[in-house]
């Protein structure tokens, strides 16, 4: 059974600009979450997302947004960069909302410069 | 609310000793329990969770936990250390009500293992 898969692995981007990053889950796992990791804060739930219905959202700004598609992959954006915004970004997947545990995919590391 | 709160950022053991590795939880509703890895440049591994079915939980690669309802506790341990268990540790814990879908994670252990 594939993992979960997020791409890209690292990215590099200028202040103010918008990134796009992607996670496909396990096949048949229709739940999907983000967090986000830094030395600072740890992790740090972003939002979930099942049958591409957005369930939970953790305390971001707005520039912090995600969607489902119908095959349950999904996407995270993040518009207007900040340095702040420098960080390990997991992508976790489950088939029962999380209570019988995530699978978490190896991250995408994102650099703002 | 719930909160968990692992003690001791950094632990360092011999090869071969016991690892004990600690983890409180603070939750208004009965929780799920999870123990998470993290090598470096890697994503998290799954060790262990809680999900009522039994207090004491066993896990991968040796490791287990025990659910303490009294102590509000879920420690790791592992009776003989070996060095590739260097890596860092998360504690995390999940409500069972359905809007809690969402892990929170405590600040993560450390561990070191010496030669």
């Known amino acids: 059974k594939a993992g979960v898969t997020q791409t890209p692995r690292y990215l590099i981007k200028t202040r103010g600009q918008q990134v796009t990053l992607s996670c496909s889950p396990i096949?048949?796992?229709?739940?999907v979450s983000w967090y986000q990791q830094t030395p600072g804060q740890g992790l740090q739930f972003l939002f979930e997302y099942f049958s591409e219905t957005q369930r939970n959202k953790g305390n971001f700004p707005g520039r912090f947004s995600g969607r489902q598609f119908s095959n349950s992959r999904s996407e995270m954006n993040v518009s207007t960069l900040e340095l702040g915004d420098s960080a390990l970004y997991l992508c976790?997947?489950?088939?029962?909302?999380?209570?019988?545990?995530?699978?978490f995919g190896s991250g995408t590391r994102l650099t703002v410069v | 609310a719930q909160s968990v709160t692992q003690l001791g950022s950094h632990v360092s053991v011999s090869e071969g000793a016991l690892v004990l590795l600690r983890c409180n939880y603070s939750s208004s509703v009965p929780p799920y329990l999870f123990w998470y890895v993290q090598y470096p440049n890697q994503g998290l591994q799954l060790l262990l969770k809680?999900?009522?079915?039994?207090?004491l939980v066993k896990g991968i690669n040796g490791f287990e936990a025990e659910f303490k309802k009294s102590e509000t506790s879920f420690h790791l341990t592992k009776p003989s250390a070996h060095m590739s268990d260097a890596a860092e540790y998360f504690c995390?814990?999940?409500?069972?009500?359905?809007?809690?879908?969402?892990?929170?994670f405590g600040k993560g252990t450390k561990l070191s293992v010496k030669p």
């Open positions: 809680y999900t009522s079915a039994a207090t």
């Open positions: 995390a814990v999940s409500g069972r009500s359905g809007s809690q879908g969402n892990l929170i």
């Open positions: 976790a997947s489950s088939d029962n909302r999380g209570n019988y545990g995530y699978t």
């Open positions: 096949s048949g796992h229709r739940s």
